[in-house]
């Protein structure tokens, strides 16, 4: 199980915001690259970048921090969200070399795009749910949806998704610890492996989620945690590393 570092952009700075609200942000960095090389020498295999104003703009607004973290770091696997919401947007994030596309307000609003994007750009695609109550939330999670997280994974399990980043909006930002139990039922709800997200605090929660990552759960996106310090990246990833089941 992965322990994936967040770094999420807005005006072009690294910040954190509270419940995905956008008026409730905490600047942390204004050198995203800088963040990414810090979270590079933690041991961090992945990272999880978030262009927050392209979620409520629709198309991308941080694209140059993303494409200059990932020009300074080649051999890192970068996942990319927020306003992702055609194929040439896609196209252009790979070949600038990021690796993961996360289609979320698309997912739900236009399913048939996922199946599009995954047979344009196979194993590249990630599929962003978040839920409140278990419905799933769109627009930067400014709308929320009658549609059930759960049964829009099954929709997507025949199209070539790489893995699905579930986000319990209730907990995100909120140092509440991770939802284990909604994060296990998004796991078999399909055959997509699921990245956890929102609300993971500290090593506790690590070892919750490590402790069912047999049942569907790949990795683990910490964000407020790891900034203010009640989570060490590579002592998480050294335990979910290490992590043997009695």
């Known amino acids: 199980m992965l322990v994936i570092p967040a770094i999420d952009l807005k ?3 690294c910040v954190r915001l509270r419940q995905g609200l956008m008026d409730d942000s905490t600047v942390f960095s204004d050198d995203p690259v800088a963040m990414a090389a810090k979270w590079l020498d933690a041991g961090a295999r992945r990272l ?3 262009d927050l104003n392209g979620a409520f703009d629709g198309k991308p607004v941080n694209g140059e921090v993303v494409k200059a973290i990932a020009k300074a770091y080649p051999d890192l696997p970068i996942q990319i969200g927020g306003g992702i919401r055609s194929l040439d947007t896609i196209e252009a994030y790979l070949n600038a070399g990021v690796n993961y596309l996360i289609i979320g307000t698309k997912a739900v609003k236009e399913p048939e795009f996922v199946s599009q994007a995954c047979k344009a750009f196979p194993d590249s695609i990630i599929v962003g749910l978040d839920a409140k109550d278990g419905l799933v939330a769109t627009d930067g999670w400014a709308e929320v949806s ?6 829009l994974a099954k929709r997507f399990e025949q199209d070539g998704v790489s893995s699905i980043v579930y986000t319990d ?10 939802n284990v139990e909604a994060t296990v039922a998004m796991a078999q709800a399909s055959s997509i492996p699921v990245i956890a997200s929102g609300g993971i605090t500290n090593i506790d929660d690590i070892k919750a989620l490590r402790a069912v990552a047999d049942k569907g759960i790949c990795g683990a996106i910490t964000g407020r945690a790891i900034y203010e310090g009640t989570l060490d990246v590579r002592e998480a990833q050294a335990y979910s590393d290490a992590y043997k089941r009695d």
Do not use: K, P
């Open 11 to 13: 005006d072009g700075q």
């Open 48 to 50: 999880h970048l978030v």
């Open 146 to 151: 009658n549609i059930q997280a759960s049964e």
């Open 169 to 178: 909006i209730s907990r995100d930002g909120m140092m509440q610890g991770v």
